[in-house]
């Protein structure tokens, strides 16, 4: 199916004085541009009533169900300036897919991979002036927050027959303060993210409602993420709060980038399958399998891990320089390293056109 948008341009856009002030330093999902995308599904009319509208709130009834029972799924991706003016993603039809199979889990209506990424394409040229200028080191993008909620009001516990689907978008500069800076991580044993057979897949609000509590336990311990372990053996690295893990082993038997295996309770990160995919062009060997905590430990002692880091859409490639726990610290002997730097800058120039897309991995929107 092909959406049929209607769009009702924002009568009191942002003035260029006062996007000129956000652009400049945008944070991390602070500001909100003019307009947002809608659509509704039911089950007679399949999705219908598409339209891009002023951003602004919205109207919701108190039974509501997804403030009831979290029916909820979204997405995050960026829309990158290339230096010519144009407009481009990275992967967004492998962001719908996720949202596909997310849909399925918390029993959605699918909305076709065409859908999803014209929708964003048109809200992305709507609001086109939102996207930060292409600024070599700066690395401002514009932040899209697809989501799906259950929009029916009532209270009995089953799939919602009234869903909407929304795009809104932020521009978006790093997501940790100090950019590049390692951060420290805050391995969680008292708490896990997901267990067999749950939702741990799925990019679902739920997921990261259960991972605050861990996560202002990072906090409270100087730490910038949580480190969550498998929720079975308590053994296995699994991811962070909101980022995927990579191991470099530069030591003896190096070249090597090591990621925890996707087996169901970890979200498949576009970022992290990117990166398996970029390895070999770097020359790296890869293996997706089950880490043991201990392995982090005794690699680095032995100094075959020499770098490791966190990687997603909002944290880009983020070094990792210590994992801090109950019983002491683990600290990374390069991070930030030529292998993490290496393949930062590939990706990065992959996002920013400043490298050819041999992959076939960008869209323009705009
Ligand atoms: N893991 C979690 C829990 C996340 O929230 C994210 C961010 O989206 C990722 C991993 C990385 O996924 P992606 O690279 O698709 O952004
Ligand atoms: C993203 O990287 O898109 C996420 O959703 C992660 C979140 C920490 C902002």
Known sequence: MTLEITTTLNPNPVSDERLAEILADPGFGNHFTDHMFRVEWTPEAGWHNARIEPYGPLSLDPACSVLHYAQETFEGLKAYRHTDGTIWGFRPEANAARMARSSARLAFPVLETEDFVQAISELVKVDARWVPAAVEGEEKSLYIRPFMFASENFLGVRAAQHVTFMVICSPAGSY??????????????????????????????????????PQAEAYAKGCDQVMFLDASEGKYLEELGGMNIFFVYGGANGGRLVTPSTSGTILEGITRDS???????????????????????????????????????????TPIGELLSADGSIVTPDPGGPVTTALRKNLVDLQFGRAEDIHGWTTQFA
């Open 176 to 213: 940790f303060k100090g950019g590049m800076k390692p951060v420290r991580l805050w391995l969680s044993e008292s708490f896990t993210r997901a267990g067999r057979g749950g939702m741990g897949a799925a990019k679902t609000g739920g997921n990261y409602a259960s991972s605050l509590a």
């Open 275 to 317: 990166l398996l995919e970029l390895a070999a062009d770097h020359g790296l060997k890869v293996e997706e399998r089950q880490i043991p905590l201990s392995e982090w430990r005794d690699g680095v002692a032995s100094g075959e891990i020499t770098e490791v880091f966190a990687c997603g859409t909002a944290a880009v490639i």
